[in-house]
């Protein structure tokens, strides 16, 4: 793990999470602007290097082309501000995101810290002042060919950058990014609430909306499986762009005033009472669908 005043550092296991400052005022880029083909690809050494107008792609992995995964970056930022977002800024990302695909565990331990051994990727932001110094992603090897936690990291980043400057609350940036992952990753998130809930030990949502840590593994699985139901349940409220501006509203005016402009639910307590009902009513199907033989949920 990475903190200071100036660096964020996500490795979902600790559930740090960055803030960027990027402007609300967005517009439409014409669709064939949304993928920036890469420009170059240079090899260096034994790694792939690949730029875009946004992206810096190393593959220190053999095979791996750092042009391919170049590729794959652009698309999925396009995707993800199109979702979360509403549309894609007009300007390229200034400074660049730079991705590392690592060569192997022990690099990826070097660049990542403390608990690389738990995640997949990690996502680091630094700032000065307002303004963004820097956007980086750490792969793993095992993630070579894989798109899954280069989605949840880069979802991350992308989801700073609607909050201008302000920390993106953690039920939202890892309920977002958790969204990212694979089918299979997501249905152990969902079957970790629904035991959650079945046993009485989900947080109070009061609780779920501002905690900062968790203090055992129990509570890590609960609080993502959790934190994933509370946004899928928004989202079906309406679009997910209205979840980050709900998140936005709640930060500058409160939960319960944000409730009311952004989805017409009066207060939180509402709003528990809405999504408990309907997390309940799809529990027991939820947990019967789900192999017993399937270890529970680790953090990316």
């Not at 979360?84 to 990302?93: C, S």
């Amino acid at each position: 793990m990475r903190v200071s005043l100036l660096f964020l550092l996500f490795a979902t296991a600790d559930l740090l999470v960055a803030t960027v400052a990027q402007g609300d005022d967005r517009r439409s880029l014409p669709q064939s602007s949304r993928l920036t083909k890469p420009r170059a690809v240079m090899p260096s050494g034994s790694a792939g290097v690949a730029y875009s107008d946004n992206f810096v792609v190393r593959s220190q992995q053999p095979g791996q082309s750092a042009s391919k995964l170049l590729e794959t970056c652009e698309q999925l930022r396009g995707e993800l501000q199109t979702t979360w977002a509403g549309k894609v800024p007009p300007a390229p990302w200034r400074p660049r995101c730079e991705v590392v695909l690592h060569a192997n565990s022990a690099s990826y331990a070097q660049a990542v810290g403390r608990g690389a051994a738990q995640t997949s990727g990690s996502s680091l932001i630094q700032f000065r002042g307002a303004q963004v110094a820097l956007r980086r992603i750490d792969l793993a090897p095992v993630t070579a060919g894989k798109t899954s936690a280069l989605a949840h990291e880069l979802t991350h980043v992308v989801v700073a950058d609607c909050f201008q400057g302000r920390q993106p609350p953690k039920w939202l940036d890892e309920g977002i990014a958790t969204r990212a992952d694979s089918a299979e990753k997501q249905r152990l998130h969902e079957r970790d609430f629904h035991q959650a809930l079945n046993a009485g030990s989900t947080f109070a949502l009061a609780d779920l909306l501002t905690i900062d840590r968790c203090a055992t593994y129990d509570q890590y699985a609960t609080f993502y499986g959790q934190s994933l139901s509370l946004v899928d349940f928004l989202v079906r409220q309406g679009t997910p762009d209205r979840v980050v501006l709900f998140a936005n509203a709640a930060l500058r005016e409160g939960y319960d005033r944000a409730l009311q402009q952004v989805y017409g639910i009066d207060n939180l307590a509402q709003l528990d009472q809405l999504w408990r009902t309907q997390a309940l009513a799809a529990s027991t199907s939820a947990t019967a669908a789900t192999p017993a033989s399937l270890s529970q949920t680790a953090p990316e």
